[in-house]
């Protein structure tokens, strides 16, 4: 039975692992300052509509978020996030072990906005607490939903108004620019906040994100080889997104494993079963009777427990990727019919 815990359980896209095999014995400077590396920010920055942004690849999620954040904070400076935050909830305490503290707001749609922050922010008002100064955003976020322009422009104002950065994790960008509930381009996030990345490792690389950084920070690299982040073989990351970007396959990946995820979600909806947070990305949270869950998980279907809604409930989480057939979409919603 097919595995719908997470996009990152594939290898790469065949074209990510040609153009690795491709250039698999050219020898090249390491670190990140080879011809590819240097290709893929052109690129970046191309696509960003900003030539004087700062391009920087890493490895995953959780070390761009902490590279990124004790990058921009100081000693006594914290970051906002929602609850359901990765920073929060998924990263054993990264932020924390920097000395920065996570200070967490409380949104149902895992969204942030001007009007949640902003009890947070009046309510540390003195040097006995921290100060916040960085606003973490993810797009998608953790419950599948996505930020319109509008959105975010508001959050960019209050930032701006407020002497706040704004910070937007992209491990799912993927699904979040493809979305039909998306208006924004790789244009307007560079324009919108002070850093952001372009995710890989749940879109079609074998493992990447991609930093882009407007924010000043002349000494990023420093933080980068503190936190272990400056790979040796940087060159596997540079042409990793070379091959994704280069021709809109990135894109392409994203808009397959957000499709097939709305046909999990009519099919299950179709059904009866329910939705708490309607998600138009490919992360789906239908509200099953514990039953179903235990024989879907007896037939051998993978996905992770979300939370349970009652005694008798549970919403599960189920992922579809940039791999995802098309049949195991149709097996999963005949063998639920089933239950």
């Given amino acids: 039975m097919y595995s719908f815990r997470n996009d990152y359980s594939e290898g790469a896209h065949p074209r990510v692992l040609q153009a690795l095999a491709d250039t698999n014995l050219v020898q090249t400077r390491g670190y990140g300052l080879d011809p590819y590396c240097t290709e893929a920010a052109a690129l970046i920055r191309s696509l960003c509509a900003a030539p004087e942004a700062q ?13 990124v954040l004790d990058s921009l904070l100081c000693s006594y400076e914290a970051v906002i996030a929602a609850h359901t935050g990765h920073i929060n909830v998924h990263e054993t305490g990264a932020i924390e072990a920097t000395g920065h503290k996570v200070c967490t707001v409380l949104s149902p749609d895992g969204k942030l906005t001007p009007e949640l922050v902003d009890p947070l922010v009046k309510g540390h008002s003195t040097e006995h607490m921290v100060l ?12 599948g939903t996505v930020y319109t322009k509008a959105e975010l422009t508001a959050l960019r104002e209050y930032c701006d108004a407020n002497g ?10 993927g699904a979040a620019l493809t979305s039909p509930e998306n208006d924004m381009t790789l244009a307007d996030l560079s324009r919108l906040t002070d850093a952001f990345y372009i995710g890989g490792t749940k879109n079609g690389a074998l493992f990447g994100e991609a930093l882009v950084m407007t924010a000043p920070c002349p000494h ?26 280069e021709d809109g396959l990135y894109f392409d990946l994203a808009r397959h494993a957000n499709a097939l995820a709305f046909r999990l979600r009519d099919g299950i909806a179709a059904l009866g079963y329910p939705f708490p947070v309607p998600s138009p990305s490919n992360q789906q949270f239908p509200v099953l009777p514990n039953p179903v869950v235990s024989r879907l998980q007896e037939m051998g279907y993978e996905f992770e427990i979300d939370h349970a809604v009652d005694p008798g409930h549970t919403c599960i989480r189920l992922v579809t990727s940039w791999a995802t057939p098309e049949q195991a979409v149709e097996e999963f919603l005949r063998d639920l019919a089933g239950c």
């Fill in 220 to 245: 990023f690299r420093w933080h980068m080889k503190q936190r272990g982040a400056v790979f040796a073989k940087g060159r596997l990351l540079g042409i990793q997104f070379k091959a994704l970007l």
């Fill in 164 to 173: 706040l950065l704004l910070f937007l994790d992209g491990a799912r960008l």
């Fill in 55 to 67: 391009v920087h690849f890493l490895v995953g999620g959780t070390q761009t978020n902490l590279v």
């Fill in 132 to 143: 916040p100064r960085v606003v973490y955003i993810s797009d998608t976020t953790e419950t």
